[in-house]
C-alpha cells in the first residue's frame, strides 16, 4: 500500500491511515458499483453543445473595505471579497477536471472572471483534492501571480507537494482555525465526502467546508457534501450562528443510489439552509463540469421546486451561475 498522506493520533474521524465519516454510510464505491451505474446510463439530461447558461462580465474591484462581494467562477470556484481580503475557494480555471488535459470532465462555460482580471488574491481555501476542487495547473499561476496563503484539510499539502514543491500550504484538521487577516479567520468544517487522486490514495487526505468569521458576518462555504444526519449543518448554527452568507452544492446528484452518501441534492441542500439558519444561500456545485446523469439546468429548476414545497422565498437561496455577483444590501 502506498505511504499515507498523514502521520497523526487516531480519532473519530481518522484511522490512522484513512480519514472517514463519522456516523455516516460508507462514500467507497466498487468496480461492480461503477459498472452498474454506467449499465444503467440511458437517460442522462442533456448538456448543450453551447452552453444555455448565461455568463456575465463584471470586473472585481481591487477589495472590498464594507460588507460582502461574491463572484461566480464556476463550479465551487468563487472569489470573496471582504474586509479588505480577496478569497478564492477551489478555484479552476483549466479547460478540464482532470489528471490529463486532453481527457476527463470538460468545463461548458467559461471562467466567470478572466484570470487576467483577478485582483490580487490573498488566500485560497481548498476543501479536498478531487481534481474539480484542487486544480495543480490553477495553483502554479495563482502562486506565481498572488503568493496568496493556501489553507487546506490534513494530508492535501502532500497532493501539492509532488507537483509544486515551493508551494507553502497550511493544513489543518476539522475545527482548527487560521487568521487570515486580523479582521478574519477561517475554520475548517467537516462535510460528509472523501478524496482520492488515484486508485490507491482513497481517503488518506481529509475533506472539509470553511467557516469564514468576518466583520461582516459569518460566510460558510460547504464544500462537497452528503447530507447524512445533518448535524454537521447545525454544528455550524450552533457555534457560529447563523450565517450571513452559505455556498451550498445543488449539482452532482444522481443517481442517488450512488451519489446520496457524497452529494446533496437541491432538496437537501435546501436543509442545509434552514439548518444553518443562513440568511441568504448560493448554489454552487453545478452546471460547470458534467459529473453525474442529471441534466446541467436540472439543479436550478429543481432547487426552485424545493424552495416552493417548503415555503421559503426563491430570493433566499439562487442559483449562483458563472459571472454573477451577489453583494450585501447597502
Do not use: C
Not at 508551494?167 to 482548527?176: E, I, M, N, Y
Amino acid at each position: 500500500m502506498p505511504r499515507p498522506y498523514h502521520n497523526g493520533t487516531p480519532s473519530d474521524h481518522f484511522d490512522g491511515t484513512r480519514f472517514f465519516n463519522p456516523d455516516h454510510p460508507s462514500t467507497d464505491k466498487t468496480a461492480r458499483d461503477l459498472m452498474r451505474w454506467r449499465k444503467m446510463r440511458t437517460d442522462r439530461g442533456a448538456w448543450p453543445a453551447v452552453p444555455a447558461l448565461p455568463t456575465a462580465t463584471d470586473t472585481p474591484p481591487a477589495e472590498v473595505t464594507s460588507g460582502i462581494r461574491v463572484s461566480m467562477v464556476g463550479h465551487a470556484s468563487v472569489l470573496i471579497q471582504v474586509a479588505g481580503l480577496n478569497i478564492l475557494t477551489d478555484p479552476v480555471w483549466s479547460e478540464r477536471a482532470s489528471p490529463l488535459p486532453f481527457l476527463g470532465p470538460k468545463r461548458f462555460n467559461p471562467p466567470g472572471i478572466a484570470f487576467e482580471a483577478l485582483p490580487r488574491i490573498h488566500a485560497i481555501l481548498l476543501s479536498h483534492n478531487h481534481y474539480d476542487h484542487l486544480d495543480l495547473p490553477t495553483l502554479g499561476r495563482l502562486w506565481r501571480t498572488h503568493r496568496p496563503r493556501m489553507v487546506a484539510p490534513l494530508g492535501n499539502e502532500v497532493v501539492i507537494r509532488r507537483k509544486l514543491p515551493d508551494l507553502p500550504v497550511a493544513t489543518g484538521d476539522w475545527g482548527d482555525r487560521f487568521a487570515l487577516s486580523a479582521d478574519v479567520d477561517a475554520v475548517i468544517h467537516p462535510a460528509n465526502h472523501w478524496s482520492a487522486r488515484g486508485l490507491k490514495d482513497r481517503r488518506f487526505a481529509l475533506w472539509g467546508g470553511f467557516v469564514l468569521a468576518t466583520p461582516s458576518g459569518v460566510i460558510y462555504f460547504a464544500g462537497d457534501t452528503g447530507y447524512g444526519t445533518g448535524e454537521i449543518f447545525r454544528a455550524v448554527r450552533h457555534a457560529f450562528g447563523p450565517p450571513r452568507l452559505a455556498f451550498i452544492p445543488i449539482g452532482a446528484y444522481e443517481p442517488r443510489w450512488f451519489m446520496a452518501p457524497q452529494h446533496t441534492n437541491p432538496h437537501e441542500a435546501v436543509r442545509i439552509l434552514e439548518d444553518t439558519g443562513a440568511e441568504q444561500g448560493l448554489g454552487i456545485h453545478w452546471g460547470t463540469f458534467r459529473l453525474t446523469d442529471e441534466a446541467q439546468d436540472a439543479p436550478k429548476h429543481a432547487l426552485a421546486a424545493a424552495l416552493h414545497a417548503t415555503g421559503i422565498a426563491q430570493e433566499r437561496f439562487l442559483p449562483f451561475h458563472p459571472g454573477e455577483v451577489w453583494r450585501t444590501p447597502a
